[in-house]
């Protein structure tokens, strides 16, 4: 099992739809939960961190988190064609003596005006 | 301010040889960590500083590869006697606050490393 489970994609949504992202985790230690923004060729930028049980938002995101299920998910509304890019979950394992990141493999997401 | 920056952008090289890979952290970040992304993948830890701790090696694929930061600031990752697997982006990123429960790390352009 992977630590950091993401489907590939690609995700393809209408514009002005919601585009809902998903992954899921099997430290059940894990602290902290990020989703990084990534257009190809470029390099990832932080988009949202969650680190408590329930729902963050932030604009046009909401992060999601619910550590009983492992699983966090990020919800982009009114999505937009620039949103077209591969989101990459990460996660902060239990260990105490590193501040590394384990990523997902990242989802596609495709918005089409 | 200036962000993280990396040299070269790119590298092609001859399997068999020796690389070596910059990268220059944003002013003030303590600590600094290596990734690479292959092709259509996520990013793969590599190795992660943090202020004169000893680094977090956990991540280097083979004793091939070996990494050091002089003087707290500028890293260097350096992988000898290239293969053709080891063609990918390698990205560098720094953060501010690594013992905070959250914090953001801040990535650079990344090198991309070509083994011919």
């Known amino acids: 099992q992977k630590e950091v489970e993401q489907n590939s994609g690609p995700l393809s949504v209408p514009e002005g739809a919601i585009a809902s992202l998903n992954c899921t985790y099997s430290d059940r230690g894990s602290q902290s939960f990020f989703w990084y923004r990534q257009y190809s060729g470029k390099s990832p930028e932080l988009i949202m961190f969650?680190?408590?049980?329930g729902d963050k938002e932030d604009g046009r995101f909401t992060a999601q988190l619910n550590k009983a299920s492992q699983y966090v998910s990020l919800l982009i509304r009114d999505s937009q064609p620039s949103d077209s890019a591969t989101y990459l979950c990460a996660v902060k394992p239990r260990d105490y003596n590193t501040d590394k990141l384990i990523f997902g493999t990242g989802t596609r997401l495709q918005v089409f005006p | 301010g200036a962000g993280v920056s990396q040299s070269p952008s790119n590298k092609v090289t001859e399997k068999g040889k020796d690389v070596e890979l910059r990268c220059d952290p944003i002013s003030g970040h303590t600590a600094l960590y290596w990734y690479r992304q292959s092709l259509g993948q996520g990013l793969e830890f590599l190795i992660y500083f943090q202020g004169n701790s000893a680094p977090d090696k956990s991540g280097l694929p083979s004793d091939r590869f070996s990494a050091e930061r002089t003087g707290g600031s500028v890293s260097t990752l350096t992988i000898q006697r290239t293969q053709q697997e080891d063609s990918a982006v390698y990205l560098c990123a720094s953060s501010l606050a690594p013992t905070t429960p959250h914090y953001e790390q801040y990535f650079g352009p990344g090198t991309r490393l070509t083994v011919t």
């Open positions: 969650i680190y408590s049980n």
